[in-house]
């Protein structure tokens, strides 16, 4: 059951979840889902269904003093709030989409108001807002279509070798493309266990601008971890470098018939796929220890 506590302009969805005192068994959370105060919980919803095209819905009291609307697994909640309504300033909701231009055309074409065009982010994906009727904002983001995305040839100046990353190159292209900082120590140990590495660099400096580990045991796995490239160097084949490099190491000495995986999100399925890799089921999870206990 969830219920809505309203704090000033802000909502806190609470979830009851029972005791773990008597189980083993660790809470699982299932969705969040925004609530939007607005003044017409009715107008509103038909608002979203008409103009935006999602077609679930459902209501609670005549006329509806709560409601939503879904599409697919995404769910947007509206309360009644005469005081808060007025207020909408802040109320936005970013929407994960794949297949975005098909998205984007049905909104141009129901005239939604579209306050930022479709437009490629420099985090990976495209983006667009659409304002509703209340004044609340709708990102809808997603990776484009490969036509829409074109990469320049790889310079001549790259030189791609089979060979793990110094500490200090794999430490300086992390924080690059803004991944969590590593210390010396850190990184001695990631690269230390990995069965070999790539880098890409740069003849004409010196500098490595790319990289990526190959973890596993060699045997029957392996593990495609951490392919970096500055962003200075994106869009400019030196991935698809690295990748080709890593690829043809393992075609040519991985174990034969060993498995070979990788981490990503959506935006680079594309990628990864010109190399062999497909969609697969798996679990994962993290280890996450307590806070230690003050003395």
């Known amino acids: 059951m969830t219920n809505h506590i309203y704090t000033g302009c802000k909502v806190v969805n609470l979830i009851h979840i029972k005791s773990t005192a008597m189980t083993p068994q660790e809470p699982i959370l299932s969705q969040a889902e925004p609530v939007?105060?607005?003044?017409?919980?009715?107008?509103?919803?038909?608002?979203?269904?008409?103009?935006?095209?999602?077609?679930?819905?459902?209501?609670?009291?005549?006329?509806?003093?709560?409601?939503?609307?879904?599409?697919?697994?995404?769910?947007?909640?509206?309360a009644l709030h005469d005081t808060l309504a007025h207020i909408p300033e802040g109320y936005s909701v970013w929407i994960?989409?794949?297949h975005i231009e098909a998205l984007y055309a049905i909104h141009q074409q129901r005239k939604a108001n579209i306050v930022v065009p479709l437009r490629q982010e420099p985090w990976?994906?495209?983006?667009y807002t659409v304002q509703d009727l209340n004044g609340c904002?709708?990102?809808?983001?997603?990776?484009l279509t490969?036509?829409?995305?074109q990469s320049e040839a790889l310079s001549?100046?790259?030189?791609?070798?089979?060979?793990?990353?110094?500490?200090?190159?794999y430490i300086r292209l992390s924080a690059s493309v803004g991944w969590t900082d590593l210390t010396r120590e850190q990184a001695d140990v990631r690269i230390s266990e990995a069965v070999t590495g790539v880098?890409?660099?740069?003849?004409?400096?010196?500098?490595?601008i790319g990289c990526a580990l190959l973890l596993g045991d060699n045997t029957s796995y392996y593990y495609v971890k951490d392919v970096m490239v500055h962003p200075a160097w994106q869009r400019k084949r030196a991935g698809t470098a690295l990748m080709r490099a890593l690829t043809d190491w393992?075609?040519?000495?991985?174990?034969?018939?060993?498995?070979?995986?990788?981490?990503?999100?959506?935006?680079?399925?594309?990628?990864?796929?010109?190399?062999?890799?497909t969609q697969a089921f798996s679990m994962i999870r993290y280890v996450q220890r307590p806070p230690a206990q003050e003395s």
């Open 96 to 98: 994960r989409v794949r």
């Open 36 to 78: 939007f105060f607005v003044k017409d919980v009715a107008a509103t919803i038909r608002y979203w269904q008409d103009v935006l095209g999602f077609p679930g819905k459902w209501t609670w009291g005549d006329p509806p003093t709560v409601g939503a609307v879904n599409w697919h697994g995404v769910h947007i909640q509206f």
């Open 199 to 208: 880098v890409a660099e740069n003849t004409t400096t010196g500098e490595i």
């Open 156 to 169: 001549p100046n790259i030189r791609v070798r089979i060979e793990r990353p110094t500490p200090a190159d």
């Open 146 to 149: 490969d036509k829409t995305v």
């Open 137 to 143: 904002y709708a990102s809808f983001a997603g990776p």
């Open 124 to 127: 990976g994906m495209a983006q």
């Open 250 to 277: 393992l075609n040519a000495n991985g174990a034969d018939k060993a498995l070979v995986s990788l981490i990503t999100g959506e935006t680079l399925e594309p990628f990864y796929q010109q190399f062999g890799f």
